[in-house]
């Protein structure tokens, strides 16, 4: 400020100066003054009338307080000091919580494990209804093996979009973890990956945390795909949504990897599955559900139906299973 007043009104700002100074090598000058009277402290017999008094009256604000120190004490305290105070107490007598201590965890293989949701945030324009954009997320590379879009998710829908990603990959991944939505949790769903022999993980409730790495594309997914569109149509977005997952996979570089795409990691996927197993994989899906002996009249009542078969199967037990056609 002094050598601002003393350049005249064309000086530089005081800011400027201070940069000027720093590129000569020259001390840094403080803004403001030094003080020359000590800051005005509390004592400890007035911090315990305070504390007294918040003890006393804890539902009472810290106005209400100050007002009521002022007027019996006659002590002139401020409201915010009153507020400190009574979070200073409040914390001695209910410290807060630990922070949670995050376990970050990465699969060492490609394909060792499977990351799947839906993302419910794509309303279409054409169809006025919500599109589920559905994503199976390697946890090792971080890249998509699947990425559609769908009307109606379900438990077919899963399976449908697992099968799909394990023939386009020639692999069968060693577990897959989903939430506890209802697509993801089923008789059929379950039986499928027993009978392939890979493991089905729900995520603890209440712990997205769980499928983080999912969440996290999906928050990418959005902002650089569908906020790219004025519009939401179904069929555009289908059409689209390949040439997305192929530069998310081939061209986008990751943090994690620092900076290389997905595709590097893929690479290294050193086992195959049989390919008489990958041509079969729709019987996989196929579970019993039950056992009963037809009636003479070949007519049984099964799920609330009646199902009409023929008479000469009369007396004879029959197996229901559960398959992808129903």
């Given at each position: 400020?002094?050598?601002?007043?003393?350049c005249g009104p064309e000086a530089p700002c005081p800011r400027t100066i201070q940069r000027v100074r720093q590129r000569l090598t020259l001390p840094r000058v403080p803004k403001r003054a030094?003080?020359?009277?000590q800051a005005k402290r509390l004592s400890a017999e007035t911090k315990q009338v305070i504390r007294d008094a918040i003890e006393h009256t804890p539902h009472l604000g810290s106005e209400r307080l100050a007002w009521d120190l002022q007027n019996q004490q006659h002590l002139h305290?401020?409201?915010s000091t009153v507020k400190r105070l009574k979070r200073a107490l409040h914390e001695e007598r209910c410290p807060p919580a630990a922070p949670a201590v995050w376990r970050l965890y990465e699969r060492h293989h490609p394909h060792s494990l499977w990351h799947g949701d839906f993302l419910e945030k794509v309303t279409l324009t054409d169809l006025d209804r919500t599109?589920?954009?559905f994503a199976l997320l390697d946890d090792y590379s971080r890249g998509y093996v699947f990425g559609d879009l769908f009307l109606a998710p379900d438990q077919r829908t899963t399976i449908t979009a697992l099968i799909t990603a394990m023939r386009q990959w020639q692999v069968i991944p060693n577990a897959v973890v989903f939430d506890n939505g209802s697509a993801f949790k089923g008789k059929l769903l379950s039986a499928f990956?027993?009978?392939l022999g890979f493991r089905l993980i729900h995520a603890s409730v209440g712990h997205?945390?769980?499928?983080?790495?999912l969440e996290r594309a999906f928050r990418d997914d959005m902002r650089d795909f569908y906020q790219h569109y004025?519009?939401?149509l179904l069929e555009s977005l289908r059409r689209d949504l390949p040439a997305y997952v192929q530069y998310r996979n081939e061209v986008r570089g990751h943090w994690a990897l620092r900076g290389q795409p997905a595709i590097t990691r893929l690479r290294e996927q050193h086992r195959m599955a049989v390919p008489w197993v990958l041509e079969g994989l729709e019987s996989y899906a196929c579970y019993e559900v039950g056992r009963k002996v037809l009636p003479p009249s070949g007519c049984i009542r099964l799920f609330n139906r009646d199902a009409y078969l023929d008479v000469a199967l009369g007396?004879?037990?029959?197996t229901f299973c559960e398959t992808l056609e129903g």
């Open positions: 400020m002094q050598a601002q007043q003393r030094a003080p020359c009277r305290i401020s409201p599109a589920y954009h990956c027993t009978n997205p945390q769980t499928n983080g790495k004025e519009a939401w007396g004879v037990e029959v």
